[in-house]
């Protein structure tokens, strides 16, 4: 049975998308470069707006990060017991290139951990969602839910990855071992790559460049509900709202556990602070 506040995540998230995408099929929006350089657009502000005045309505007690709001001080932050954590669109960059491949991210963190997950791709009109110790869930196209799990492996196939389209490839390959043969599947948004892995559709995904908490936080619970995880570049866990920085370092997202991946990946030093 969905809960109160995983109920009140999903119709956000729907919400934002149907304000995504009356502007992305318009296609009168602005585009703008943050301080490091990634893009933003006011679709993204007009999604923020959506789910900060929402959340702020149905949930006050809740404080709320967001990429596109401004960020309080870990010395705020830090007494925090819960939380929301959002990503308005995932894949502004597949966004504005109009492939579709984007999403609305939200995350309620409770005690240093995302506790609920939801991930709405709006163009694919689907949408993925978790809730601690309750499982994982994909809502189709057609509002069919089901119950979804990481892909199993019996050692005869290739390991399927997740890469993206606008990356090159051998920013992904140098970090593979040669005893594994690999697929690989591009794909859009960051979050969208990590649902891919709760459904079964690829094995894993391997992310270097710069992300913030919001990437990870919503598909952190979704994967570990389908029997995966995201751990950083030596496989280490990830952290939530432990630093004064929000920025995540070089992470991995995988599926099924009882592949060993620290044969699979070769372990990189993190980068942190981008």
């Keep these: 049975m969905t809960s109160e506040l995983l109920q009140i995540a999903i119709d ?22 943050k301080d490091d350089l990634s893009p933003v657009t006011s679709a993204d502000i007009a999604a923020n707006q959506v789910m900060t005045s929402q959340l702020q309505r149905l949930t006050p007690d809740i404080p709320i990060i967001s990429e ?51 991930i709405h791709a709006p163009a694919h009109n689907t949408l993925y969602f978790a809730e601690k110790n309750k499982g994982c869930f994909k809502r189709d196209e057609h509002g069919n839910t089901t119950s979804i799990q990481v892909a199993k492996y019996d050692g005869n196939r290739p390991l399927n ?23 690989h599947i591009p794909f859009g948004s960051c979050s969208l790559k ?35 995880t995201i751990l950083d570049s030596e496989f ?15 992470f991995i997202a995988l599926g099924n556990q009882q592949i060993p991946w620290q044969q699979v990946i070769k372990p990189y030093r993190c980068k942190r602070d981008y």
């Excluded at 990855?161 to 697929?183: C, G, K």
């Design 194 to 228: 990590s649902c891919l892995i709760a459904e079964g559709t690829a094995d894993f995904y391997i992310r270097t460049g710069p992300t913030g908490e919001w990437d990870t936080g919503a598909s952190q619970i979704i994967l570990e509900e389908a029997g995966g």
């Design 12 to 33: 956000i998230a729907v919400q934002a998308g149907e304000k995504v995408m009356e502007i992305y099929q318009q296609g009168d929006f602005q585009e703008y470069q």
């Design 161 to 183: 990855i997740a890469v993206s389209r606008r990356q090159a490839l051998a920013n992904v390959t140098q970090y593979l071992y040669d005893e594994f043969s690999y697929s």
């Design 68 to 118: 596109e709001s401004e960020i309080k001080s870990l010395a705020e932050r830090e007494h925090w017991l819960r939380y929301w954590l959002l990503d308005p669109i995932d894949g502004t960059g597949e966004f504005i290139a109009a492939s579709g491949d984007f999403a609305v991210n939200i995350a309620l963190v409770e005690n240093g951990w995302p506790r609920i997950g939801v």
């Design 236 to 250: 280490n866990a990830l952290s939530y709202n432990k630093r004064e920085s929000l920025m995540n370092p070089d």
